[in-house]
Structure formats: C-alpha cells, structure tokens
C-alpha cells in the first residue's frame, strides 16, 4: 500500500541530498583539471536533476500520468513510494526501499563510490612518482573512475528513474568515453610505447573475466 500524502515540492530536501551526494563524490574524486571539473560537473547535473525530480517536482509522473492511471489506477502516483516506479510497475507491493530494484542501486551505487575512491588513491600515488598507474583498479581497466561514475549514475537510474535522467545519461556516457579517449591521447604522449603496452593488456571500460578470476583466485 502506497502513502498517500504529496512527497513533492520539497525543494530544500532536494537541495540537500544533492549536496551530500556531490560533496561525497568529491572528497572521493578531488577534481583538479579541467578534464575532471568537467565529467563531475556533468556527474552534479545528473544528480541535481535526479533529486528535483524525487523530492521537488514530480515532471516524469505528470508528463506520464494518463497511462500510468489507465495502466495502474490503484496507485496514488503523487506518494514518496510510488516514485519508485520500477518496484510499482513491477508490482511490489511493500516497502519499495527494500525491493529488488532499490538493492540492486544500493549496490551499484556503492561499487561506483568504492571503485572511485580505490582508483583515486592509486592514480594519485602514480602521479606522485611520476609513473602510469597500472596497479589497483587500474590493473582491470584503464578508466576505473569513469567506470565508477557511470556505475553510481546507473544505479540512481535504477533506483528513480526519470525521463530528464534517462536523457542525460547516454549523453554522460559518451562525454565519459571521450573524455577518457583524450587522456589516452596524452598518456601515449608521455609514456609512449609503455603506455601502449598497457593498453594492449588492459581494457577501457570492461574487466576481462579471466583476469577477475585469475586475481580472486590469487586473493
């Protein structure tokens, strides 16, 4: 059973969240470049788009609305719980904090924030000594923070998913990719044929399964 009073409209909650959110990555990232004010700048807009949505004004169940009342005309689609709509359409019918969708963002909210942080502290030990970074989260993939946002940003997609974050978020993926790409660019300039060695031996964005069993077995 849904609660039946309004969630909405409730801007300085949605402030707030946000703020905790984007305060949390950055004492994880600890931007410098312009390279990095610009992929957490774009991380912060998702965020702030997704809490206006959750706590302020409702846009994707108005824009929504005449289906999701033909479709599900039992639910009070202006409650806290029936923004969740993945475990509402799914047909959830307790606590949505605990349905399946709602786990699977903690989880994927919190592997992003861990591969972040783990992958900042191994970069910025390399760029102290002046070498690559290819130990760590770095050893599975070359672009561990990129993959750690873009694990945090889907996992507040699956927790409320909206149409502005649903929009956003292809975009954000691809800004990350090429973002990513001209990094690459000037480690080949720095490091040369290091570097290309490494990136024959290591994937962008996805871990090879034999390279996560070879090192769980090693654990």
């Not at 957490?40 to 206006?52: D, M, T």
């Amino acid at each position: 059973m849904h609660e039946t009073a309004s969630a909405y409209g409730l801007w300085g909650f949605a402030l707030i969240n946000a703020a905790v959110f984007i305060l949390f990555a950055f004492s994880f990232f600890k931007p410098s470049t312009p390279r990095d004010w610009r992929s957490f700048g774009a991380f912060s807009a998702f965020l702030v788009a997704l809490f206006a949505e959750m706590y302020g004004f409702p846009l994707t169940i108005y824009v929504l609305s005449g289906w999701l009342q033909t479709h599900y005309p039992g639910v009070d689609w202006f409650s806290h719980d029936a923004g969740h709509l993945l475990e509402t359409l799914f047909g959830w019918k307790t606590n949505p904090h605990f349905g399946p969708f709602h786990v699977l963002s903690y989880a994927l909210i919190g592997a992003g924030f861990l591969v972040i942080s783990v992958a900042w502290k191994t970069l910025y030990t390399a760029q102290q000594e002046g070498r690559l970074a290819v130990d760590g989260a770095y050893a599975y993939v070359r672009h561990p923070q990129y993959v750690g946002f873009v694990l945090v940003l889907l996992g507040f997609l699956v927790q409320w998913p909206t149409l502005l974050t649903l929009a956003m978020f292809p975009f954000l993926a691809v800004m990350y990719v090429r973002l990513a790409k001209s990094e690459e660019r000037e480690a080949l300039a720095q490091f040369g044929e290091t570097y290309t060695a490494y990136m024959r031996r290591v994937p962008a964005f996805i871990p090879k399964w034999s390279t996560l069993m070879r090192r769980g077995a090693t654990a």
